[in-house]
Nanobody, 114 residues
Framework: QVQLAESGGGLVQAGGSLRLSCAASGSMSSTNRMGWYRQAPGKERESVAHITSGGRTAYTDSVRGRFTISRDNAKTTVYLQMNGLKPEDTAVYFC????????WGQGTQVTVSS
């Protein structure tokens, strides 16, 4: 089992920045990827970014160049630095950890006002 705790969401004006954190605990030895999904009202959950155990990163097209995913040296905390935020980035952001199954955090709300 892996437990995930997100923090860092909030309300920000368009063009602003937020940094999300996801602290993982539990059995992490089989984790091969951690990342973030988001879900806006009335929309399906979409992948935002992920980082593999080897440090490779990937982003969805709409955030590439604005968001940066990173992690600490212990590989137990993942960050999502979000710059140049747009109203369409408004969503609940969920952290996940993937091995042979997915584990999810409780989600953190990000609201970008125009």
């Amino acid at each position: 089992q892996v437990q995930l705790a997100e923090s860092g969401g909030g309300l920000v004006q368009a063009g602003g920045s937020l940094r999300l954190s996801c602290a993982a605990s539990g059995s992490m030895s089989s984790t091969n990827r951690m990342g973030w999904y988001r879900q806006a009202p009335g929309k399906e959950r979409e992948s935002v970014a992920h980082i593999t155990s080897g440090g490779r990163t990937a982003y969805t097209d709409s955030v590439r160049g604005r968001f940066t995913i990173s992690r600490d040296n212990a590989k137990t905390t993942v960050y999502l630095q979000m710059n140049g935020l747009k109203p369409e980035d408004t969503a609940v952001y969920f952290c996940y950890s993937a091995s042979d199954r997915y584990f999810w955090g409780q989600g953190t709300q990000v609201t970008v006002s125009s």
